[in-house]
């Protein structure tokens, strides 16, 4: 498996989501769209389960929510389909402002339970590995690394308009894939586990989502790979058409000089 492969998955599997249907139940529709912007905007907000959360968002809005989510209110889901990326854009831009003004400051903390190091040496890695706009559209399917990337992007010097274009892309294909994948399975999921049993493999289900939601990663880092593979296939090529053509050496005297004849088109043997 590959080395960004792996340490996509490790992120993921590190994190311990809180109570998301606690959360849904508590706050609802305002506490979603709370939420989907501390993460991204606060450095404080990292710890929160924004895909589990946007998930079983998509599942409130859904016609079979009730059978699903018990004690949870009923979700609009086009009111989420619109305020969840525009928390998520606003969040990001207020944590690349704050990257961008106070640089590593922001940083230089000393290690708390709240406060790693290694959680701004992630973002960093993904930044690093694969560039600033694919970093950016990435990291919102990677917990933690999506809170902490924002600042670092504005610390490294990303232009604000640059950021602000890719930041949107990957808030809307986060926000809306995740609510749309759990507003579109709900139905599915009533269909395929009896009633009672619910709530004993929504959670596990819900993990499953996640680790899908990875498959930008995947996909990334395989057209990485072949990009990097056909690159090198070129320049082996390359390499062997200029031994092919470079004419060989004569030695005349004590020094080495090419032959004087070509039998180009615009060079004839005289």
Known sequence: MDTVTTQALADVLAFNPLDVKGLLATFGLVG??????????????????????????????????????????????????????????????????????????????????????????????????????????LARFIPIVRTFLNPVAGMLGMPTRKFFVWNVIGAILWTDGILLLGYLLAKKITDAIPAEKIDSYILPFVFLIILISLIPIFVEVFRTRREKKRLAAEGLAEAGAVRVTTPPTRAVGSAS?????????DNHAR
Not at 60 to 73: Q, R
């Open 257 to 265: 000089v090419p032959p004087s004849t070509s039998y180009g088109p």
């Open 32 to 137: 979603v769209l709370a939420i989907i912007f501390a993460e991204t905007g606060l450095l404080v907000g990292f710890f929160f389960p924004g895909d589990s959360l946007l998930f079983l968002a998509g599942v409130a809005a859904s016609p079979v929510a009730s059978e699903i989510l018990e004690g949870v209110d009923p979700m609009p889901i086009a009111v989420l389909l619109i305020g969840a990326p525009i928390c998520a854009i606003v969040g990001a831009q207020l944590g690349h402002f704050l990257g961008a003004r106070y640089g590593p400051r922001m940083f230089n903390k000393p290690e708390s339970k709240l406060f790693k190091r290694e959680y701004v040496e992630k973002a960093e890695y993904y930044f690093n590995k694969f560039g600033a706009p694919k970093a950016v559209v």
